[in-house]
């Protein structure tokens, strides 16, 4: 049978959460699925990360400006008539002009992603003009989303009133099997990995680890972004700045706990990885957080608002082995149970037959 052909268009195709779930998931598919792959802002980047992977990248750039332009939709409609692909699949706000492009009697069915939210798209601070372009493009007959956290799920349902049976949550998985998860010793390594921008907060996680004061510790942040410099020149004693990794597992080993600081996040599959990894968890309590960590791991997930919580956390965490030790295990088993890459990618697989009316297709082993 003929592979099912996927047009994926991302606002960048930089590394990144959703990035990162579409290679992995891209790898779990196997070659029963063909991908192309375009980025709003031309950059692709992302596709270094998985050279092993066959994929059309699509050269190209969006214009900038308005949020329809008559000239970026004669280029998706150009890249759809040649591209012919089964299944158009668009994520966040930047991809959206995609969705009035897909139209007419050569319209394909369309999936929509939306992964995490910028400062201004929290689900109580939501940008006004985005809500309402959201809430009209959404009603576009035929159009699904997908929602990888059931924060985002009830912002789809009851901000931008999409029916229920055109939404989809299906949480975030990862090759769990990709991720040591056992006894870790020496001087605590706090880590985190995350993409250095104004909305993951990582000068809250620097001055918390300043607060805390943990003799010996080091604050290892792998990621890159715009903050990084403004970060550095912090220049507190015992933080390390890895940058960009496209293989963060060797990182993850290192650490003997995780952080987390960010003002907004749905899903992060950094936190999944971090599980898989049998790390205990400290973090602000934003999007899913709180129910994805294991019950015993959940007070030390606090509010965003008081640094001195997530600072206690630490120090609390840090002072315990046993009870690391527990919860590290039980997060690690939970990842395995509920985040593992072969369950995302039977939903997807399922959800991609279903748009397409095609005959199932069977996911590589």
Partial sequence: MKPLHLLWAFSTFTLGGAQRRFLSLADALGPAYSHSVFAMDGCLDAAEAAPHLSLDLIAGEARKGALVSRANLAMMR???AESRPDLVLTTNWGAV????????????PHIHFEDGFGPDERPDAQNPKRLWARRVLFRKPGLHCVAPSQVLENVYRHAWKLPAERLHYIPNGVDCSRFAAGPRGGPPVIGTVAALRPEKRIDRMIEAFGQAAIPGATLLIVGDGPDRAMLEARNVPGVEFAGAQADVAPFLARMTHFAMSSDTEQMPISLVEAMASGLPVAATDVGDTKTMVCPENRPFVTSLEDTGALARSLVTLTADPD???????ANAEKAVREYGLEAMAARYDALFRQRTGRDRIRVAS
Avoid: D
């Fill in 78 to 80: 150009a890249i759809m």
């Fill in 97 to 108: 002009e995609w969705i009035v492009a897909n139209t007419g009697s050569h319209s394909v």
């Fill in 323 to 329: 009870l690391c030790a527990r919860l590290g295990a």
